[in-house]
């Protein structure tokens, strides 16, 4: 029997040429999903060879071919592109942000192989199997749950007897109307399962990150989580033994060293980390790995040996700032725990990525304001990342029960379902047609909070924090709390642009002008007088006054490497459009007190730095550093920048310039602050004998007979 997979098209939620375009987006939304991986390593155990259809490749293909104007429907092109596999049985996975679309396509490739089967599984086709099966005639079964065991059941079924009442975990349609059959078992050993057939799309192939699961199973019941729909309550875990074999095949066929571990609740059972952490340490191999975990089952000792057996970044769920959300939401975490986790974290050298949800219907201002202040605290915090996220009611979940008679369709609706700035019509179509099937794209009740602020605070929160870090942190410290400031800053936001509303809210917020508007708003607010604010506010100004290096160099311009010789003629270009500011206080200093909400040790300017946006660095550097960058903008050789320093740096003995300003600019460039190009004329000039800066400042340091500054001494 020929069998093809289908992915979940995660990539198609984004239909934004900005948002198409960022690399980080389209790394993410490529990464392998490892349960169609999964259930295809199984059939090809058993002797089955499957196709694979990767939608979010595919949609890039797609997307890459023409613009905006001259695109058709993705859901035809992908019909199209899978109906074109021979088989029998078309296996679609599923999401719940891309249902709709998942939907759709399912239904053009039954029409063009109406012979062929149609078969859903996944999370979200799981939880709304019978209704799914009752509004889309075209889907002939969903197989609930994990089904590495039972496909190969429903698979001989189809194929044999067609007793489909055999097959643990389907729902189907009977001469009775639909029929669920009882849930499939657990896969009680993971071990057992071969690994994910990566090899059949090739997404490995150039990346330095593989995912690996973990396990499967959270011993937790939060009202807003739909996990145990999918893998219920009981916690699993493969062996130590077997995923330091899986890492040691991924490296061998991908040279990959790096894994996100995939288990919602990893640290449960802190013994078997610790076990799972001494097995990676004995192995002396040195991966580096990500996981998830939760802030009351870590302590101080397993983040230190989880630290040294590699680990590079958890992930938290907190979810509320609230103690009194944390009891109504069934989570039962201690916020004042959550902050000495962070810190505790980010003291081991490991990155924590922190996700909170607003907007549950329970919610109050108070509630708001602690979560805000949770937010806060991870943004402080150097190696942290915080995230906020509107509340999507997932389907059949106890907060989507209890509430799906008063949910709301609106324009822009939760992050957690969608975030591309427009919607194919049809599935909105779809949407509004079954909220049963697609409740992730409402909105829930929030009586005691107004629901455009919310929307709103989510896109402020997220790119203020990415563009403005510090100056957000130095904010919130001097109003005690950047919520009451945020509401201020909404209101101008609203009078300045009134006509903003859905997704065009969320695209402003991702525009430089954003950042332009909230620095004029607080250079008129009172806040904007606290010190540190006012000098990061200056850092700011300085930045959109300063300019990047302009070069005009031609195309056969060549970069030199960092031990080639210098020529007088060639070209020195700072590094990353970086930029040199000037300012009157010591910025790290002011950085280091918004940390650790103090006030600073203040040390008056000047004091310069280099910002290198490309890497979202800044370096402080010395004064004769800053006025080399600024010279070096593209435009001057290093003859020309050598003498205006001789000018500008008089206190120089004459006898040592040109010395001391070349090993100045090999400083620059050994630091990797400055690039040096070379046209190829002045290189085919060079390969005929020239003479070369080096020789020339060697002699000129010899004949001086002075005790010469080294290259350090700046």
Known sequence: MRVCLINAATAAEFTDATELRAEKIRRESCEPQLGILSLAAVLERQGCAPSLVDLNRRFYKYADSADDSERGDFAYVAGIEIASREANVYAFGSICSAYPLTIRIAKLVKALRPESTIIFGGPQASVVSVETLQSFPFIDFVLRGEAEETLPVFLNELGGGRKFDRVPGLTRRSPLGIQYNPDAPLVSDLDALPSPAYHLTGELVGLHRASLELGRGCPFACTFCSTNDFFRRKFRLRSPERVVGDMRA?????????????????????????????????????????????????????????????????????????????????????????????????????????????????????????????????????????????????????LHVKYKDQMTLDLLCSDMSHQGRRQNPEDVELISHHPDIFPNFYLLPTPDLDRGVLLELREFMLMATLRLRWLLGAVDQAANGILEVFVEWYEQRKCMYPSLAGSDIRQYYRTPQFRLDFIEFLNKHLVGSDPKVEVLLEFEGALTRSRPAKSSLSASAIKLDSKSPLNWSDIPIREGQSRVIELSCDLQGVIDAVQERREPNWESGPHFYVVVQAENTIYHVSPRIAKLLELCNGERTISNVVMRLCTEIPEVPEALQDYTFVNLLEKGRFEGLLAIYRTASEAADSQDGGSSISEYSVMSACASEQNLPSSHAE
């Open 250 to 398: 991924i490296e061998r066929e991908y040279g990959i060293r790096d894994f996100d571990l995939v288990h919602d609740m990893f640290t449960v059972d802190a013994k078997r980390v610790r076990a799972f952490c001494r097995t990676l340490i004995d192995s002396g191999e040195g991966y580096t790995w990500t996981c998830s975990a939760r802030t009351d089952c870590v302590d101080e000792e397993l983040i230190e040996d989880m630290a040294a057996a590699g680990c590079k970044g958890m992930f938290f769920g907190v979810e509320t700032g609230s103690a009194r959300m944390q009891k109504i939401i069934d989570k039962h975490l201690d916020p004042n725990r959550a902050h000495e986790i962070i810190d505790i974290v980010e003291r081991a050298g490991i990155r924590a990525t922190v996700s909170l949800i607003t907007g549950f219907p329970q919610e109050t201002w108070s509630d708001l304001r602690d979560t805000v202040r949770m937010f806060m605290h991870s943004a402080r915090v150097p190696g942290s990342g915080p995230q906020l996220n509107l509340l999507a009611p997932l389907a059949n979940t106890p």
